[in-house]
């Protein structure tokens, strides 16, 4: 995943029709990943334990950028210690969609994170999208045996997900296991947690934007739902990040004043990256 300077939040449908192909388009796919990367080192910890069944009690950054890449950035990149006193590179890629390569990829990581660290590596990819993934997990050859660890967030239980502590984690529960039946009852949950969060309207259409895009790629249907109003309420585009003082609908525009505001009153360039959905990059140039 790599950040684009395109306002990610450009483009959303705000009806939801079905068009599975969409997260791979090029409208879309940045504001996918923008969701993701903030969202997943949130729940970073939450994860590791809950879904990938690693017991970690210390963590701590890495750089990303490895040498000897051909333009290849980790999703997620950490030396962690585990409950057993083991030391390790733990990398951690998210997948929305199948990939042929995916075995090769993961293997030039780890040759480059064994070169550079010469540590142990632990390699996760945690797969997003919808039903169950069929990418190769082994590279099996005559003189190389490679695997990596391919979890898919669709076969988890989504209560594993609605019992955190955090907004973020919770939302997950709609790309785990939970059948079309009860994603009614899941939806309203989610919407009475995210307006009883006392963070003001900015951050409430943060949160009410990236849970649309989570339907999304769920290839939510609204059909599905008996709750009229509770659609209403999900897709209220006064709720939108990009329709947060009115009459200017969504433009890239819009997201550029927010933050300039916000630079103005000396707000970490991560803060205002999170609240306005612009990248790093978009931010630096202003």
Same mark, same amino acid.
Do not use: C, W
């Given at each position: 995943?790599?950040?684009?300077?395109?306002?990610?939040?450009?483009?959303?449908?705000?009806?939801?029709?079905?068009?599975?192909?969409?997260?791979?388009?090029?409208?879309?796919?940045?504001?996918?990943?923008?969701?993701?990367?903030?969202?997943?080192? @949130?729940?970073?910890?939450?994860?590791?334990?809950?879904?990938?069944?690693?017991?970690?009690?210390? !963590?701590?950054?890495?750089?990303?950028?490895?040498?000897?890449?051909?333009?290849?950035?980790?999703?997620?990149?950490?030396?962690?210690?585990?409950?057993?006193?083991?030391?390790?590179?733990?990398?951690?890629?998210?997948?929305?969609?199948?990939?042929?390569?995916?075995?090769? %990829?993961?293997?030039?990581?780890?040759?480059?994170?064994?070169?550079?660290?010469?540590?142990?590596?632990?390699?996760?990819?945690?797969?997003?999208? +919808?039903? !169950?993934?069929?990418?190769?997990?082994?590279?099996?050859?005559?003189?190389?045996?490679?695997?990596?660890?391919?979890?898919?967030? &669709?076969?988890?239980?989504?209560?594993?997900?609605?019992?955190?502590?955090?907004?973020?984690?919770?939302?997950?529960?709609?790309?785990?296991?939970?059948?079309?039946?009860?994603? @009614?009852?899941?939806?309203?949950?989610?919407?009475?947690?995210?307006? !009883?969060?006392?963070?003001?309207?900015?951050?409430?259409?943060?949160?009410?934007?990236?849970?649309?895009?989570?339907?999304?790629?769920?290839?939510?249907?609204?059909?599905?739902?008996?709750?009229? +109003?509770?659609?209403?309420?999900?897709?209220?585009? @006064?709720?939108?990040?990009?329709?947060? %003082?009115?009459?200017?609908?969504?433009?890239?525009?819009?997201?550029?004043?927010?933050? %300039?505001?916000?630079? +103005? @009153?000396?707000?970490?360039?991560?803060?205002?990256?999170?609240?306005?959905?612009? &990248?790093?990059?978009?931010?630096?140039?202003?």
């Amino acid at each position: 995943m790599q950040n684009q300077t395109k306002n990610p939040t450009e483009g959303l449908n705000p009806e939801f029709k079905k068009e599975p192909d969409k997260f791979n388009s090029a409208e879309q796919g940045p504001m996918f990943d923008k969701v993701m990367r903030e969202n997943m080192e @949130e729940v970073l910890p939450d994860m590791v334990k809950d879904v990938l069944h690693l017991h970690l009690v210390n !963590s701590e950054e890495i750089p990303d950028d490895l040498q000897h890449t051909k333009e290849r950035k980790p999703d997620l990149l950490k030396k962690v210690t585990d409950a057993y006193g083991q030391v390790y590179i733990l990398q951690v890629e998210y997948q929305r969609s199948d990939d042929g390569n995916m075995a090769a %990829r993961m293997a030039e990581y780890y040759i480059m994170l064994h070169r550079q660290y010469k540590l142990p590596i632990n390699q996760h990819v945690i797969y997003i999208g +919808a039903g !169950s993934p069929t990418m190769s997990t082994t590279i099996i050859t005559k003189d190389l045996k490679f695997r990596y660890k391919l979890t898919a967030l &669709s076969a988890v239980n989504h209560e594993v997900f609605l019992g955190s502590e955090k907004i973020e984690q919770r939302m997950l529960a709609i790309l785990g296991k939970v059948p079309d039946e009860n994603l @009614e009852r899941v939806l309203e949950q989610l919407l009475l947690d995210i307006e !009883s969060l006392d963070v003001g309207e900015l951050t409430i259409g943060k949160y009410l934007t990236q849970l649309r895009v989570l339907l999304e790629l769920r290839n939510f249907r609204k059909e599905i739902l008996n709750n009229m +109003a509770l659609v209403g309420k999900i897709f209220e585009e @006064e709720k939108d990040i990009l329709y947060l %003082r009115g009459e200017y609908k969504g433009e890239h525009k819009k997201a550029l004043e927010i933050a %300039r505001q916000m630079l +103005a @009153e000396k707000e970490p360039l991560e803060k205002i990256a999170r609240y306005t959905m612009l &990248s790093i990059e978009e931010l630096e140039a202003l």
